[in-house]
């Protein structure tokens, strides 16, 4: 049996999936909802397309032991926020278990499928988890976090590149309040790069994934419209940046979604998920400035991606 505790219902998915479209908007939580969009996902991540998922994943799969090696001794909770599927979180989970402590998994995720995936997996694996269906970007569930009933220190984890779906000045600090004194945070991202980071984005597999929810809306490319990718730079702090992406319609649409009436005119857009990058040092100072202090950091064999363990400040 599977335990999940759910914040975000899906008919409150439904009714912010409308209310998005009315404003020609598709934040990141509904990428990973529909079944085509899920289909999607597994197979960028499955081929090794997503540059960032197997960046992550490589990074964990050298470092884990060291990384552990960094924890408190004795029982720890792992809070996975944006888990996915779980396969990144399984390699943490392993190599605790070897060093000795006892683990217990909590995933956070929106998408109810991506969600089963993970804990049907510690399960299998004879883990002890409860996974939480939740909005990253709604500051209730991340707070909810906190009436967790565990005594024993958490490892909270923001892996694959999650981070860089939020603002970054914002959604560090709200990390921050999550940690007590003996807490860690593990934070990935991509270290920007003009020409690299748009190709990992503006290829084959990763359009078929972002297309995804279009797709199940009854929405072709190029006949009704196309999407786009952009990068710029956020002038808010140096070395912060942006990939941006949006669907740009090529004739006039009429969407009837669950009987209601949604209308794109020719050239209109619908803003689409963005995702931050980063230099490594404006990675490092988003952690500090927010009250972290990195502990470990692990980089890529390629140097575009950033791994850190942190605590808080004075911990």
């Known amino acids: 049996m599977l335990h999940i505790d759910v914040l975000l219902s899906e008919n409150q998915m439904a009714h912010e999936f409308l209310a998005a479209l009315n404003r020609h908007e598709l934040p990141e939580k509904f990428f990973y909802w529909f079944p085509t969009s899920v289909r999607a996902w597994l197979n960028l991540c499955s081929d090794g397309a997503y540059r960032n998922f197997m960046r992550s994943q490589t990074l964990l799969q050298k470092n884990t032991a060291e990384l552990v090696s960094h924890l408190p001794p004795g029982d720890i909770v792992v809070v996975s926020l944006g888990a996915g ?37 510690a399960r299998d694996s004879g883990f002890s988890c409860r996974g939480v269906k939740a909005d990253l970007a709604n500051a ?49 991202g991509e270290i920007f790069s003009a020409t690299m980071t748009m190709s990992g984005y503006d290829n084959p597999l990763n359009r078929q994934f972002a297309f995804g929810p279009l797709r199940s809306l009854g929405l072709t490319e190029p006949e009704d419209g196309e999407l786009q990718f952009e990068s710029d730079i956020d ?42 990058k980063y230099s490594r040092e404006t990675f490092l100072a988003l952690l500090r400035e927010a009250g972290m202090a990195p502990v470990a950091q692990y980089v890529s064999d390629d140097e575009r991606f950033l791994m850190a363990l942190a605590r808080k400040a004075g911990g």
């Open 85 to 121: 599927q779980g396969i990144k979180d399984m390699l943490v989970l392993e190599q605790l278990r070897a060093s000795g402590r006892a683990p217990h998994y909590v995933p956070l995720d929106a998408s109810q499928a991506l969600l089963e995936m993970a804990c049907e997996s």
């Open 140 to 188: 209730q569930h991340l707070a909810a976090i906190h009436d967790l009933n565990h005594e024993a220190p958490r490892l909270v984890m923001v892996l694959g590149n999650t981070l860089g779906a939020f603002d970054p000045l914002d959604y560090c600090v709200r990390l921050a309040r999550l940690l007590r004194t003996q807490d860690h945070l593990l934070v990935d």
């Open 235 to 276: 002038g808010r702090k140096p070395g912060l940046y942006r990939v941006r992406k949006h669907f740009r319609a090529a004739r006039d649409l009429a969407l009837l979604i669950a009987g209601e009436r949604i209308c794109l005119s020719t050239g209109e857009r619908i803003e689409m998920n963005w995702s931050y």
